[in-house]
């Protein structure tokens, strides 16, 4: 049998993500966790440049570098992006 109190939960919010009611510390909150893990994962690319460079394998290390930026380039974009109402 089904458990209604979940199913009411998801309900309200669905509801609340539809219609934009979501409080805007979970937004920043949200924003936050995206912006850091963009960042490690930009971390990791540019470590996997640079040692691919370390070792001698210059095509890897040059679209590996290109990837990292164009992510940087992305994040950057978001993070300055203007709000909307």
Partial sequence: ?????????????????????????????????FTLGMLLFIGL??????????HNIIFGSVVTFVVAAVFIFILMKLLTAPKLP
């Fill in 45 to 54: 690319l540019l470590f996997l440049a640079i040692s691919l460079f370390i």
């Fill in 1 to 33: 049998m089904a458990d209604l109190h979940y199913r009411e939960k998801l309900r309200k919010i669905e509801q609340a993500a539809s219609k934009n009611e979501v409080p805007n510390s979970a937004k920043n909150f949200g924003l936050g966790c």
